[in-house]
């Protein structure tokens, strides 16, 4: 089996209280069994920035969600074209982003809702919960030619920043 090589291109940083910051690269076949073994890198890497606990609970749950969502479709509809899909995770300023690439060209678009049809609803899932966390997401061509989908994602402030911030 191969391993999920990690590297650290930034080096982790930490700036005030939350997470450790830094940037974590994933390299995966293009194969099923990647999607639980990038998710649990993943889930792994977070919990080890310091994002355990109630307070980041619903961030990591999204962030994984995610993960799952976009290997998958990386894996089912880019393989033939790309036999390695490439994770990153970065950590910084107050953010988490987690992309997804593959080799494929096509850049896939958000289906509607539709319930004739039992599949093809991933990307959209990705943008509801990322809009709903109040991130932001995209779809971007590599120079290579291939494609980068992205989302990034809000750390939860402390509490007491809440209590007095507007």
């Not at 509801?128 to 989908?149: F, H, M, P, W, Y």
Request: aromatic share 4%; charged share 30%; net charge negative.
């Amino acid at each position: 089996m191969e391993q999920i090589s990690e590297s650290a291109e930034a080096g982790p940083r930490r700036r005030g209280a939350g997470p450790v910051e830094g940037v974590w690269r994933f390299a995966v076949p293009a194969a099923e069994a990647s999607v639980p073994r990038t998710r649990h890198a993943v889930r792994d890497r977070l919990l080890a920035q310091g994002m355990a606990g109630v307070r980041y609970q619903e961030l990591v749950d999204d962030v994984l969600l995610i993960v799952s969502e976009l290997v998958s479709n990386a894996v089912t509809h880019a393989a033939e074209k790309s036999p390695e899909v490439t994770t990153e995770l970065a950590v910084r300023d107050g953010w988490v982003r987690v992309s997804v690439e593959d080799g494929d060209p096509y850049r896939p678009k958000a289906l509607e809702s539709d319930t004739g049809r039992t599949g093809g609803r991933g990307l959209l899932l990705v943008k509801s919960v990322t809009l709903q966390a109040g991130g932001v997401c995209d779809v971007e061509r590599t120079g290579e030619g291939g494609k980068v989908i992205w989302a990034s994602l809000p750390v939860p402030r402390e509490e007491a920043d809440r209590r007095t911030r507007p």
